[in-house]
T-cell receptor
């Protein structure tokens, strides 16, 4: 089945710096790659997603890149702010034996942005 | 406001007791999901439902049960058969199963002693 690995597990940056989080996936049939932000004690919120027919997507300070050949995708946050501090999860679609297409999540990256 | 509500936010139970976690959505979504989150791990799928009156086991369904009698409701029961029930439980919904955005509720933290 699908396996998603995420690095680094923790990332500390200074305010204004850029942050990059990387994920790799194993199933070449994966076609949807969302990124979620989770603040302490809350549920994850989608911040950006990309589909397999697109190589890059940008939304203000956030961008995601996808390399299907290498099976990896990355989240880029520019001009980081203290409110960007949270845990970020990547995910990729994977197929169960029933044919159901589920999301397989990475183990998360704790981002700390220091003022 | 459209969204997903989960109650309660914190839940404490004694070992050996069953407990039911509530999940309600007003997004008119067909698909609903339950995930378990443990420290340092990604979200793991417990059960999912593609439509009313239908639900299927996810990757870690043992010791859990669900029902889907109404489109907007998908309660999860953690039974005494679940060996390690203490965790953060998240409910989610999407317009359909497949490659679509999943919207998450605020979660319920269950502690069993």
């Amino acid at each position: 089945g699908e396996n998603v690995e995420q690095h680094p597990s923790t990332l500390s940056v200074q305010e204004g710096d850029s942050a990059v989080i990387k994920c790799t996936y194993s199933d070449s049939a994966s076609n949807y790659f969302p990124w979620y932000k989770q603040e302490l004690g809350k549920g994850p919120q989608l911040i950006i997603d990309i589909r397999s027919n697109v190589g890059e997507k940008k939304d203000q300070r956030i961008a995601v890149t996808l390399n299907k050949t290498a099976k990896h995708f990355s989240l880029h946050i520019t001009e980081t702010q203290p409110e960007d501090s949270a845990v970020y999860f990547c995910a990729a679609t994977g197929f169960m034996n029933t044919g159901f297409q589920k999301l397989v999540f990475g183990t998360g990256t704790r981002l700390l942005v220091s003022p | 406001d459209g969204g997903i509500t989960q109650s309660p936010k914190y839940l404490f139970r004694k070992e050996g007791q069953n407990v039911t976690l509530s999940c309600e959505q007003n997004l008119n979504h067909d698909a609903m999901y339950w995930y378990r989150q443990d420290p340092g791990q990604g979200l793991r799928l417990i059960y999912y439902s593609q439509i009313v009156n239908d639900f299927q086991k996810g990757d870690i369904a043992e010791g859990y049960s669900v029902s889907r009698e109404k489109k907007e409701s998908f309660p999860l029961t953690v039974t005494s058969a679940q060996k390690n029930p203490t965790a953060f439980y998240l409910c989610a919904s999407s317009i359909s199963t497949g490659p679509y955005e999943q919207y998450f509720g605020p979660g319920t933290r269950l502690t069993v002693t």
